[in-house]
């Protein structure tokens, strides 16, 4: 596996400064459950990975009226499990059961696997 920088941060601005001073040579990493495989398979060759997951504004489920929002990096198994996910959006979080083992669900995170398709 190539070798990189590693930075950890614990705020949005933390996260914006990080990738300002890499110039873009960076990507960013929650649950890494992809990012990690394609690093070693030399598909991905970031100089910096960005470990967002203390970024703790963006975890988590909130509902409000009709509006249903996902932090970018809420786990896959807390979408599956969700009370609030299954009363409200229930193919979402039949979806998301459908997604890996309880392992990777644990890990994996939204933003990682939206990211992935787009």
Do not use: W
């Amino acid at each position: 596996m190539q070798s990189f920088d590693y930075q950890k941060v614990y705020s949005l601005q933390d996260a914006l400064d990080a990738v300002s001073a890499s110039k873009g040579a960076s990507v960013f990493m929650a649950g890494g459950t992809d990012l990690l495989v394609q690093i070693k398979e030399g598909k991905k060759r970031p100089q910096c990975v960005i470990d967002v997951k203390g970024i703790h504004e963006m975890d988590g489920l909130a509902i409000s009226g009709y509006e249903f929002s996902i932090g970018a990096i809420t786990r896959i198994r807390t979408l599956e499990t969700s009370p609030s996910a299954l009363e409200k959006v229930p193919l979402l979080a039949q979806a998301a059961a459908k997604l890996g083992s309880v392992q990777v669900k644990h890990r994996a995170t939204i933003g990682g696997n939206l990211g992935e398709i787009l």
